[in-house]
């Protein structure tokens, strides 16, 4: 067998497996109805939470920026490709969190690798949550440090690992503010008390609550009022824009600028997307309102799924997974959904297990309330056809 044989091969047991994934053409800006490979979509499925990936302010912040420093950035941060922009940046983005530093990396993903590949070291041991993102799982690998995982945002599993590991010489607790698979939120005033009581450092993830939740925004630790050692965060989800970033001392920046592979071997984002993602962070400061109406909007349509049957995960976050079952009827139910104009996501194994596959709605700030109940006719649609309600 050749090479394209097997791994044709190995793609056809994953179509059996109903887990054989596409991609999805997107021809339009993103707005919450799109034109997807040339057919009108509702979508509920996108991070873009406050609307900001289109706003015309951070266009023309990036196109004035883009006639005057050009397309990319032309190299690492330690090259060529660190300009006053990225520094505007990351001292808006410390202001904004009110900690001392930051540090831009190219995404969120590559923030959350080189943290966890680079602080913690050989003797030392990270305890991370069951569902935290894959690419925290990256960095645990990459890491020389060990791996200890415990169950999901399961505080006293948590302390029971963390009595488990008093051996070694440091622990760190790593989570996601907001989980990206269920919605549901990390109790970090809990977790922060455990990490004083057991000498630990905390590492939080906040990519889904940063622009959202807490009273201006600032995410989960404005939410818990609780400063985690490290926040990791991103440009990509409520600022609109690209990109991701660690928050912290000015010890933890400058040594991960000189220790993360990730930001050292990495071609830095371009200066237009820093102005755009500036300006988003300066309209989010002044955005309580539409963080009131979007957490208002995601809670009506929680409640209403509930109250028609369905399964309904989550706290309250613009996340909100609908159970549907196996991964099969999970991929149907997502077909259906788009043959009546209403575009989401399936979240399948291996993200979760077998018979917790769901379809995950994403709202935004820019969704009606006539595109909400078109949304929740069609879900009542097509749960009775299905008989999931």
């Given at each position: 067998m050749g090479f394209d044989g097997w791994l044709n091969e190995r793609l056809n047991k994953t179509k059996e497996s109903g887990l054989y994934r596409t991609l999805r053409t997107m021809n339009t800006a993103p707005s919450p109805k799109m034109l997807i490979d040339g057919q009108k979509q509702l979508v509920f499925s996108s991070n873009n939470y406050l609307g900001l990936a289109n706003d015309k302010n951070l266009i023309y912040a990036a196109e004035t920026i883009l006639h005057e420093f050009g397309v990319g950035s032309s190299g690492c941060g330690i090259s060529t490709g660190y300009t006053k922009w990225h520094q505007k940046l990351e001292e808006k983005i410390a202001d904004f969190?009110?900690?001392?530093?930051?540090?831009?990396?190219?995404?969120?993903?590559?923030?959350?690798?080189g943290v966890i590949s680079s602080v913690p070291e050989k003797g030392d041991v990270i305890l991370i949550d069951e569902l935290n993102h894959a690419s925290i799982i990256d960095g645990c690998r990459l890491s020389e440090a060990d791996t200890v995982v415990y169950n999901h945002i399961d505080m006293a599993d948590l302390e029971d690992k963390l009595v488990e590991t008093e051996a070694y010489q440091r622990r760190f607790i790593v989570t996601e503010g907001v989980f990206n698979i269920d919605g549901t939120i990390t109790p970090l005033d809990k977790m922060m008390s455990l990490a004083k009581q057991y000498q630990s450092y905390v590492i939080v993830d906040d990519a889904h609550a940063f622009g959202v939740l807490g009273e201006n925004g600032r995410g989960?630790?404005?939410?818990?009022?609780?400063?985690?050692?490290?926040?990791?965060?991103?440009?990509?989800?409520?600022?609109?824009?690209?990109?991701?970033?660690?928050?912290?001392?000015?010890?933890?920046?400058?040594?991960?600028?000189?220790?993360?592979?990730?930001?050292?071997?990495?071609?830095?984002?371009?200066?237009?997307?820093?102005?755009?993602?500036?300006?988003?962070?300066?309209?989010?400061?002044?955005s309580k309102e539409k963080r009131h109406q979007l957490l208002k909007k995601a809670h009506y349509i929680k409640t209403s799924l509930g109250e028609m049957g369905f399964f309904v995960k989550g706290d309250e976050t613009p996340i909100i997974p609908v159970i549907v079952g196996e991964p099969h009827n999970t991929d149907l139910f997502t077909k259906r959904l788009q043959e009546e104009g209403v575009f989401a996501s399936s979240i399948r194994p291996p993200l979760v297990s077998g018979g917790e596959s769901c379809i995950r709605l994403t709202v935004t700030a820019d969704h009606s309330l006539d595109e909400?109940?078109?949304?929740?006719?069609?879900?009542?649609?097509?749960g009775k056809e299905l008989n999931i309600i």
């Open positions: 969190t009110q900690t001392e530093s930051a540090i831009v990396f190219s995404s969120c993903s590559l923030a959350r690798v989960t630790s404005e939410l818990f009022n609780v400063k985690p050692d490290i926040v990791i965060g991103t440009l990509s989800k409520a600022v609109g824009a690209e990109g991701g970033f660690v928050c912290g001392s000015q010890v933890l920046t400058d040594f991960l600028r000189n220790h993360a592979r990730t930001f050292i071997f990495q071609t830095t984002i371009p200066p237009a997307i820093c102005a755009a993602s500036y300006v988003a962070l300066e309209i989010i400061a002044h909400i109940e078109y949304l929740l006719r069609t879900f009542h649609l097509v």
